[in-house]
């Protein structure tokens, strides 16, 4: 039978869990924990992405700061701000939110920002350490996929794990967690993209699939074996006649997928909110390692 991965319902348990650590620490006369997120612009689909995380931070005690910068800030300017969050000891992690804006390079900004407060693991010392084996911050989507898989006792080890996407906050990292020798990992893993020759044949072969295109509806029944493991990291906005005017579906056509599946996770309430969750444990992890 198919089992729904709840991620959703698995956030707020962890995030329960944080909460208790958090009370722990503070009635032992210590500052909460202290994340904060640097927002460049005003796109509407940021703004939500960070709303959702300084409403975890509420919900488990971790204090949040959201500082905004307007779209036409320099680069120059914007690295003061990133120095500022870096000196600021009150601070144990910061986030910058992407998509930045196009006169901005992501690759100028993630190698300010200090490795130890790189909560989202995009600097290219943490990114080296995961690569390693011996990670810091591991990247919040991956951290949240391979936390799911353990809190659901899904086994890995020697599992044939087909990934689609290879973007650097997705694709590449989860790739090289889910090989490597962890209780999390052991899989035999095919990273496929827009140039693999013929994906659907790949993905019909794998025992897990990680669906992280961007592409709403990419994989479909014909593609996936009876019995997989799916995690569809997708989050694509399809306009609709609802009240809002669109709705989110994933990468992965669920209605027709689900019947095939093992366990699956849904979109919304799957990755998603692990994603956020993962954020927060990393903080922690800064918080205990710097911050105490
Ligand atoms: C849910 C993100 C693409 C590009 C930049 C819960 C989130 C999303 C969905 C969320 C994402 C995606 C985030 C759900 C943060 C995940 O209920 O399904 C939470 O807030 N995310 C981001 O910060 O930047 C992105 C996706």
Same mark, same amino acid.
């Given at each position: 039978? /198919?089992?729904?991965?709840?991620?959703?319902?698995? *956030? $707020? @348990?962890?995030?329960?869990?944080?909460? @208790?650590?958090?009370?722990?620490?503070?009635?032992? #006369? %210590?500052? +909460?924990?202290?994340?904060?997120?640097?927002?460049?612009?005003?796109?509407? *689909?940021?703004?939500?992405?960070i709303n959702n995380k300084m409403r975890a931070c509420k919900r488990t005690g971790i204090e949040s700061t959201l500082v905004q910068q307007p779209a036409d800030i320099s680069?120059?300017?914007?690295? +003061?701000?990133?120095?500022?969050?870096?000196?600021?000891?009150?601070?144990? #992690?910061?986030?910058?939110?992407?998509?930045?804006?196009?006169?901005?390079?992501?690759?100028?900004?993630? $190698?300010?920002?200090?490795?130890? +407060?790189?909560?989202?693991?995009?600097?290219?010392?943490? /990114?080296?350490?995961?690569?390693?084996?011996?990670?810091?911050?591991?990247?919040a989507t991956p951290y949240g996929i391979l936390t799911m898989l353990e809190r659901y006792q899904i086994p890995t080890s020697g599992k044939h794990c087909v990934v689609i996407?290879?973007s650097n906050i997705v694709g590449r990292p989860i790739s090289i967690l889910l090989s490597m020798k962890s209780p999390t990992g052991n899989c035999t893993v095919t990273l @496929? %993209?827009?140039?693999?020759?013929?994906?659907?044949?790949?993905?019909?072969?794998?025992?897990?699939?990680?669906?992280?295109? #961007?592409? *709403?509806?990419?994989?479909?029944?014909? /593609?996936?074996?009876?019995?997989?493991?799916?995690?569809?990291?997708?989050?694509?906005?399809?306009?609709?006649?609802?009240?809002?005017?669109?709705?989110?579906?994933?990468?992965?056509?669920?209605?027709?997928? *689900?019947?095939?599946?093992?366990?699956?996770?849904?979109?919304?309430?799957?990755?998603?909110?692990?994603?956020?969750?993962?954020?927060?444990?990393?903080? /922690?992890?800064?918080? +205990?390692?710097?911050?105490?």
């Amino acid at each position: 039978m /198919m089992q729904l991965i709840d991620g959703k319902q698995l *956030a $707020l @348990t962890i995030q329960e869990e944080i909460r @208790t650590e958090v009370d722990q620490y503070a009635s032992q #006369g %210590h500052r +909460k924990p202290h994340l904060a997120a640097l927002l460049v612009g005003e796109n509407p *689909a940021s703004r939500s992405y960070i709303n959702n995380k300084m409403r975890a931070c509420k919900r488990t005690g971790i204090e949040s700061t959201l500082v905004q910068q307007p779209a036409d800030i320099s680069q120059e300017e914007l690295l +003061k701000v990133i120095d500022d969050l870096n000196q600021n000891d009150q601070i144990d #992690g910061y986030i910058v939110q992407l998509p930045l804006p196009k006169h901005i390079s992501e690759e100028v900004i993630n $190698l300010a920002i200090s490795p130890d +407060k790189d909560v989202d693991g995009f600097h290219p010392t943490n /990114m080296g350490l995961m690569v390693q084996g011996s990670p810091q911050y591991i990247p919040a989507t991956p951290y949240g996929i391979l936390t799911m898989l353990e809190r659901y006792q899904i086994p890995t080890s020697g599992k044939h794990c087909v990934v689609i996407g290879r973007s650097n906050i997705v694709g590449r990292p989860i790739s090289i967690l889910l090989s490597m020798k962890s209780p999390t990992g052991n899989c035999t893993v095919t990273l @496929t %993209h827009s140039r693999t020759q013929n994906i659907a044949e790949e993905v019909k072969r794998a025992d897990i699939v990680i669906a992280a295109i #961007g592409k *709403a509806n990419f994989v479909t029944a014909d /593609m996936v074996k009876q019995g997989a493991v799916v995690i569809d990291v997708g989050i694509n906005s399809i306009d609709d006649d609802s009240q809002r005017g669109y709705s989110l579906v994933g990468d992965v056509d669920f209605e027709q997928v *689900a019947p095939k599946c093992s366990y699956i996770t849904p979109v919304p309430g799957g990755v998603g909110p692990m994603t956020v969750t993962a954020l927060l444990m990393n903080t /922690m992890k800064a918080y +205990k390692q710097y911050g105490l």
